[in-house]
C-alpha cells in the first residue's frame, strides 16, 4: 500500500491536526502486535479523517462493511448522534474478541451492532436507512455493494471508500488483475452516476467521498 503524499508533508501534517487518542494508540498497537496484515487498520490519520467527517455529519445511522479490529468504527462513534447505531460487518470471527475489547473500552459498546458473515448477504436484510457509511471490506464487490447500499443511503447521505487508489495501480495500464480492474470500474461508476458527487482524496491509499444528491 502506497501513501501518496511525501513523508515529510504527512508528517508535518499530522503534527498540526488532532493528535490520535490514547485508546486508539492503543489499539493500533495490539492490532500491529497481534493481528495479520495490521496495515489494513485505518490508523491515525486516515482515522481522524473519519473522525472528523462524522462530526461534521453527526449521523443517526452507519453502515460500515469491514469491522476488522474495530478502529474506523470507534472513530465513527465520534460523531455519532445521540441514540445514533453504527451496523458494522466482517466475515472474521477471529477478530470479533479484539472488537469486542475496545467497544467495550471506548464506551460505544450499546451503540455498535456486529453482523458476522457476507456483507452481501447481510446489507439487504438490514432494514434501515443510512446517514453514513464507510466500505473496506473486499474490493472486488465494490461496485456490488455501492449498488446495495445506495438506495438505503438518505438524500444529503455521505460514502466513505477506502483503498480507491489500490497502491497507484487503478493508473497503471499494465495492470489488469481483478481487484485493479473493479476499483477502476467502481471509481469511474461513481463519478458517472448522477445520483451522487464524489471526490477521490489521496490520502494514504485513497478516499472517494461520495455524498448522495
Known sequence: MNDFIEKEILNYSEKFSQPEPQLLKELNRETHLKVL????????????????????????????????TGYSAICICEGLAKNGVVHTIDKNEELTSIQNKYFEKSGNRNSIIQHLGSALDIIPKIEQRFDLVFLDADKENYVNYFNLIIDKLKSGGVILADNVLWSGKVINENDKDLTTETLRDFNSLVNKDKRVETILIPIRDGISLIRKI
Open 37 to 68: 496484515n495490521p496495515r489494513m487498520l485505518s490508523g491515525y490519520f486516515q482515522g481522524r479523517l473519519i473522525s472528523m467527517i462524522s462530526k461534521l455529519i453527526r449521523p443517526k445511522s452507519v453502515l460500515e462493511i469491514g469491522t476488522y
